[in-house]
Structure formats: structure tokens, C-alpha cells
């Protein structure tokens, strides 16, 4: 059996300027940190004909080509795999669309178990080119670029999105201290609400080709805010990191009118009375996970539990998309 793990990720700055419509017009920068939350994917050679996978639903089939779960399907296809013998197997710490970019560390997991059962060595580089091919390209998702990037590396890290559309990774210049207080500074809650990332994004992706000023101005200013980011973390400069997701979040319910909800509006606003220095809703929009930067975490914690959200407690990974087993 193979067993392949892939992280989850929370963004730090510069989230939506990694979709192709932008990028290629003005390139992209963010920021990014992969968390010790996964996506697991495991690889079983059987004695049957037929293709088992497993996931929210139980799928067999006599081919590749016949699996309804898109990702598994395109994946197979990419590999010129057909499937037979073979049982596959999902499972993941946190739920799919709660903006955590469970999808392309779902992709990440699944082609490097794939190439693993292949015999084959695979380069993060390369493996988070290929799951973007199959996400983007094969399946016309419109999405972005970070989360198989950060899913493949792991880390802080620091990703340009070139016109090219080469994509250039850099860790971020941190001192153990500045790391160390940054993973127990930042606190992250679940707000209730699911969405597909791809449903909030498609707005953006249709106003950013149509080159509408505002969109196209919003992003600009969001690109800048992750190179400020970038600057205030490798400078250890936390809290005024602190105030630039708040600044982030601002801009970031500009872009469409389901970013946020009256809900997320009031979580938001406790969180500020009691301690946090900023926050922003992680991923597209719409729901997840609202996550802060505070140097009270008591106080907040206190405060969003007795509001009725969950807190889920993490450490960053710097180990990036891994073969387990």
C-alpha cells in the first residue's frame, strides 16, 4: 500500500493575483503557508479486474475513462493509466470548500501516489505543474495556482506568477523566533458555511479578461499588499503584518458581493473588540475559515467560542506533498 499525504494551506498576502487572466497580463505574487492539516491518498494493488475508489461516494469500474469523479478520471487519463487493479482511497483532516485549498492538495496527493505506484520520482516544481494541467487546462476550473504550489512545497513561501506562465518559489527569510511566534499568533475558526471556490472566483476571472478597472485596480493593490506582507514577516514585523490582513480583507469583499455575509460581517467585528489586530477569510470567499493575527489569544479564543465557532489549532508544514507509507 501507498500512503501520500498533501497539506492544506492558509494565504498571507497577494490571494487572486495567481489566476491565469491575470497574471499573464501583469504577473502575480502571494504568499502562502502550508499547515499541518492534509489530504491523504492511498494506492492498493487488488486482485480484481475492476478500478475501486473511495471517497464521499464508493465508485467501480471496469476502466478509467468510466470514473465520474473528474479529478481521479483526468489524473488516470494524464498517466495513461487505465486503472485496472487498482483501489483508490481519499480522506482528509478538514472538509472540501471551507477555503483551506483542499482541491489541489487533493490533486498534489493523488499524482504523487500515482507516480509513486509508477516508480516514478517527481520534483515539486513538476508535480504542481501537473496537477495545475489537470485542474485548469483538462478540467477548466477557474481557479488559481496556489494551492498546488503550496501543497507541493510546503513551507513559507513566497510564489511570482510570471506572464510566461513560469512559476518562481522562494521561502521566506524568517528567523526561528519570527516563525515560531507568527504559527502561535495566527488563530483560525470555522465560520459554518461550504462553497465551491470556483463559484466566487468565476466573477473574478470574467471581470479581470473583460478588464474591468476596478477588479483589475483591486488586485493590483492586493499584489502589493503581499509583497508588504512579505516584508513585515521576514522583517518580524507581526503586527503590522497584522494590520495588512485587515487592510487585505477590506479589499478583498470589494471584488464581489458574495465574499462575505452578515455572519462572517459580526464574527469579523468581535474578533476585533477582543484582541485581534486583523484577519481575513481564507481562500475565494463566501464561507470556511476566518483566521487572525492576535497577541491576546485567550481573550479571543474566549470570545469566538462563547459566539459558537470552532477553532481548529495548527502548526506549519514544511514538508509539502510526502509519500507516508
Known sequence: MIIVRSPLRITRGGGGTDLPSYYREFGGLLVAAAIDRYVYITVHDTFDD?????????????????????????????????????ELTSMADIPAGTGLGSSGSFTTA???????????????????????????????????????????????????????DA???SPLRVSAETRDNLEDNLVLFFTGYSRKASSILAEQNAKTKESDKSMIDNLHFVKELGERS????EGGRLEEFGRLMHEHWEYK??????????DIDQWYELALRNGAVGGKLIGAGGGGFLMFYTEDKIRLRHAMREAGMTEVRFRFDFEGTKVVV
Do not use: W
Request: net charge neutral; charged share 25%; hydrophobic share 40%.
Open 167 to 169: 512559476v518562481e518559489a
Open 253 to 262: 469583499k470589494r471584488r464581489s458581493s458574495g465574499m462575505s455575509n452578515p
Open 230 to 233: 512579505k516584508e513585515a514577516i
Open 110 to 164: 493523488l499524482l504523487k501516489a500515482l507516480h509513486t505506484h509508477n516508480r516514478h520520482l517527481i520534483h515539486p516544481q513538476e508535480l504542481a505543474e501537473q496537477a495545475c494541467h489537470i485542474e485548469i487546462d483538462r478540467l477548466g476550473e477557474p481557479i488559481g495556482k496556489q494551492d498546488q504550489y503550496i501543497a507541493a512545497y510546503g513551507g513559507l513561501t513566497c510564489f511570482r506568477f510570471c506572464e510566461n
Open 50 to 86: 475492476d478500478l475501486i475508489i473511495k471517497y464521499s461516494r464508493l465508485e467501480r469500474v471496469s476502466d478509467a475513462s468510466q470514473v465520474a469523479h473528474p479529478i481521479f478520471r483526468e489524473a488516470l487519463a494524464f498517466l495513461n493509466m487505465d486503472g485496472k487493479r487498482l
